[in-house]
């Protein structure tokens, strides 16, 4: 899920936040929940916010199950509003299908599979938080993991020294924190930490971006701009997603780790940069090479220092300790008194498989204190699929499927291009349910599949296990 060009959080609180000329004594908030993420949307009366597939919806999922522009929020008056847009189905308050309604603070609709919640905050709105990512302090890191202890031990040494650093794991097991953990902890902590997605990166404006450009250079130059390496100048630059640059972007970043200078777009100087580089991705670097998708030089530049970061199914020691520091942010952060989580619903969440791993615990913790109505967390307050699949084997689930698909594509003969797509295939699915340890609604979001696909695959392939 993402927040269009033209209606970024960030967007939509700055021009709350700068315009004091209108203040008022409320602002409304709606809270937008899906299976991997949580998104906040200050409301403005300057303005509607439509949820939806489409391009021009101001907050856009690709979600099967949204309509392109599904539903309408409003805040008018100190009232918010919502408006079903004529949505394959439908917008849902307090389980019925309602055309419209007005809405109060706590309310939860259903827009598809997305769960989206309404409050109303009391006083104006702070000033926006600075641009530079925060350094994390003690009370950020959770370490109780022998795996996570020994990286933090890396962490530590590799910290003073300006070596390049790439930090490899599945999406959501903390990648950046680690990285903001190398930069607080060395000499640099006092200088710029600059982030950026490199798989958010336009292609074409990649190089502008990181290196800048003179005005003129292109057409929209029409001011200089200075890239983020001159930004981070004597600090250090964290690209992650570093997988996701175009082979020319590649060639532009070897060339300034390796001369440590950059030239802006359009200018012919070259300026000396002292830049830390660390790196991160979720791909598989040494494939992507094979493919030509990704340079051998730059992997050897970047990998100086490689830190491979678990998966939370790997240290699921950590998951309560990452409860308790989710939920005393998410009860500060909604201003709730919610102090505790019920054992049974800590034991669920030990159990279930993470394919989101640390970004979607938190996530869960953030939905859970937000829609409890007491001062203890329970199993009631959890998304549907965790509670389900809590209750299977997972272990079991695991080896079953993953075995028996193996096994098929062992099997299998091989002797025309359908069947060995076919083995493909099979191999894919059965990575998938490892990785997920066998939670078959896991496995489909991995694949990028609806939960229904992935039943008629396993079934076509004549996989039976445990649900």
């Given at each position: 899920?993402?927040?269009t060009?033209?209606?970024t ?7 709350n936040?700068l315009d004091?000329s209108?203040e008022?004594?409320k602002?409304?908030a ?9 998104e906040?949307?200050i409301?403005s009366p300057e303005r ?11 907050i856009r999922?690709?979600?099967?199950s ?7 929020f ?11 847009l ?6 849902w308050?307090?389980?019925k299908?309602?055309?419209s309604a007005e ?5 939860i609709l259903d827009i598809g599979?997305?769960?989206?919640g309404?409050?109303l905050?009391?006083?104006v709105?702070?000033?926006?938080a600075p ?5 994390p ?5 959770v ?8 990286i933090y031990?890396?962490v530590?040494?590799?910290a003073?020294?300006?070596?390049t650093?790439l930090?490899l794991?599945?999406s959501?097991?903390?990648k ?7 930069h607080?902890?060395?000499y ?7 982030v ?7 292609r ?10 003179e005005?003129?250079?292109f057409t929209?130059?029409t001011?200089r ?5 001159e930004?981070a100048?004597g600090g250090t630059?964290f690209l992650d ?11 532009a970043l070897l060339?300034a ?7 802006r777009?359009?200018s012919?100087?070259?300026?000396v940069?002292d830049?830390?580089v660390i790196?991160?991705t979720?791909r598989?670097l040494d494939n992507?090479i094979?493919s ?6 730059l992997?050897?530049?970047?990998n ?5 970061v678990?998966p ?8 309560a ?8 942010r ?7 008194s919610?102090?505790?989580?019920q ?12 394919p989101?791993n640390?970004r979607?615990l938190?996530?869960?913790i953030?939905r859970?204190v ?6 203890e967390?329970s ?7 965790i ?5 299977s084997d ?5 080896l079953l ?12 003969p091989a002797n025309?291009?359908?069947e060995r ?9 059965a ?11 896991a ?19 004549g996989i039976?296990?445990?649900?």
């Open positions: 899920m993402e927040l060009e033209n209606s959080t960030a967007d939509v609180i700055n021009r936040a004091r209108v008022t004594t602002r409304a709606i809270i937008v929940f899906s299976p991997e993420t949580t906040t949307v409301l509607e916010i439509v949820i939806g597939r489409h391009q021009t919806a101001d999922s690709d979600d099967p949204l309509s392109r522009r599904h539903a309408l409003r805040w008018n008056h100190d009232r918010v509003t919502v408006r079903d004529s949505s394959r189905n439908g917008t308050l307090r389980g299908k309602i055309e809405l109060s603070s706590g309310d599979t997305l769960r989206v309404v409050t905050m009391e006083g709105l702070k000033d926006p641009s530079n990512t925060t350094v302090t003690r009370e950020d890191f370490v109780a993991n022998p795996k996570m202890r020994e031990r890396q530590s040494l590799a003073s020294n300006k070596a650093v930090i794991g599945e959501g097991t903390g950046e924190h680690i990285a903001l953990a190398l607080s902890m060395g640099r902590r006092n200088k710029p930490f600059k950026i997605n490199c798989g958010s990166l336009p074409e404006l990649t190089e502008s971006i990181l290196f800048g450009h005005k003129g250079s929209g130059a001011n701009s200075v890239g983020l390496f930004q100048d630059l997603e570093v997988g996701e640059l175009s082979r020319t972007a590649q060639i060339r780790l390796e001369t440590q200078t950059i030239t777009l359009g012919g100087r070259e300026i940069i830049v830390r790196a991160a979720h598989q992507m094979e030509g998708a990704f340079r051998r030089d992997l050897y530049r970047i100086t220092i490689t830190i491979e678990p939370l199914r790997e240290r699921r020691d950590e998951i300790p990452l409860v308790g520091l989710f939920l005393r998410a009860s500060e952060s909604w201003g709730k919610v102090k505790s989580i054992p049974e619903a800590l034991a669920k969440l030990e159990q279930y498989a993470w989101g640390i979607q938190r996530n869960v953030e859970s937000f829609l409890c109505r007491g001062e967390i199993s009631d307050d959890f998304p549907r699929d509670v389900d699949d809590a209750r997972t272990k079991t689930t695991s499927l993953a075995d028996s698909l193996k096994q098929n594509a062992i099997d299998a025309s291009y359908k797509l076919r083995e493909r295939e099979i191999d894919t699915i990575e998938a349910l490892q990785r997920t340890c066998g939670n078959r609604r496995a489909a979001r991995l694949l990028h599949m609806p939960p229904s696909t992935l039943r008629y695959k396993l079934g076509s392939y039976k296990a445990k649900k």
